[in-house]
């Protein structure tokens, strides 16, 4: 396992990745509609992506055929974006990526479309609530296991599913570094008593699901659902550990964390 630690300027690198990521997930909450399209979604974040002077992180990686996933109601992650309308009651889930000077941002949002029944609101609420709990934990000196457990701490209570299969990840020159940040804490904890240090970034990704935590991947290789096709909700955001905290580097402008 190697573990990187970024420079003040690679850091200031990753902000303005992050920022792009930030204003990509903004308009994201304005255009999400009953009516609207996964494609047209897809389209329009390519557009503010590259008009920022950024790169799209996702197409292409690993084979991957867009520009962001968009991935609905029971899609837990990697929803491949297509001539599918939004309906009023959808929770639609957005992850967006994107490149600055070699550097990425990473994040996502679950956002209602429309007036959402409550388990849905609730669940939306939570997640973030999840991720909320997690980015706290991220302090120099702290183990990086506490920040598993104050995400699986926060949900676990509740009675969601805790997705295991994927889990948040480093992030720096590569989309998917080292760590492996699970959002529970397993037996054998991947990164052992890894210690935070400033400098260190971090992609913190809580994914519940309403029923089972078990999940399949569609025919298209790339779809991930749940397994009793119940609702799911996803919420990321890169974290840096600086030297008397963190900073969220794909916060929007007037989020509050």
């Known amino acids: ?7 003040p300027r690679e850091m200031e690198i990753m902000r303005r990745a992050g920022q792009v990521v930030a204003k990509v997930l903004a308009l994201m909450g304005e255009k999400v509609r009953p009516g609207v399209t996964t494609e047209e ?3 329009a974040a390519a557009e503010l992506i590259r008009g920022e002077g950024a790169e799209v992180a996702f197409k292409g990686y690993l084979g991957y055929p867009k520009h962001i996933c968009v991935s609905v109601n029971e899609e837990v992650v990697h929803g491949i974006p297509s001539d599918r309308r939004l309906e009023e009651g959808d929770v639609v889930g957005v992850d ?3 490149k600055v000077e070699g550097y990425y ?3 996502a949002v679950t956002l209602p ?4 029944d409550e388990d849905t609101r609730r669940l939306i609420r939570d997640t973030r609530q999840a991720l909320l ?3 706290k934990a991220v302090r120099p000196n702290a183990r990086l296991k506490d920040v598993s457990r104050a995400i699986e701490s926060y949900a ?3 009675g969601y599913g805790i997705v295991e299969e994927y889990v948040g990840h480093g992030i720096g020159k590569a989309m998917h570094e ?4 699970p959002n529970y804490v397993p037996k054998s904890y991947p990164a052992g008593d890894l210690v935070l240090l400033p400098g260190m970034a971090l992609a913190l990704e809580p994914m519940l699901n309403l029923g089972t935590a078990q999940v399949e991947t569609l025919d298209d290789g790339w779809t991930v659902v749940t397994k009793d096709r119940r609702r799911s909700a996803h919420f990321e955001h890169t974290v840096a550990v600086t030297a008397d905290g963190h900073e969220v580097l794909t916060r929007m402008d007037g989020e509050e964390i």
């Open 105 to 107: 941002g990473d994040a």
């Open 178 to 181: 080292d760590p492996q940040i």
């Open 96 to 98: 967006v990526g994107a």
């Open 1 to 7: 396992m190697r573990i990187t630690v970024k420079s």
């Open 113 to 116: 479309v429309g007036k959402v």
């Open 133 to 135: 709990a997690g980015i």
């Open 156 to 158: 676990r209570p509740k």
């Open 41 to 43: 979604l897809d389209r």
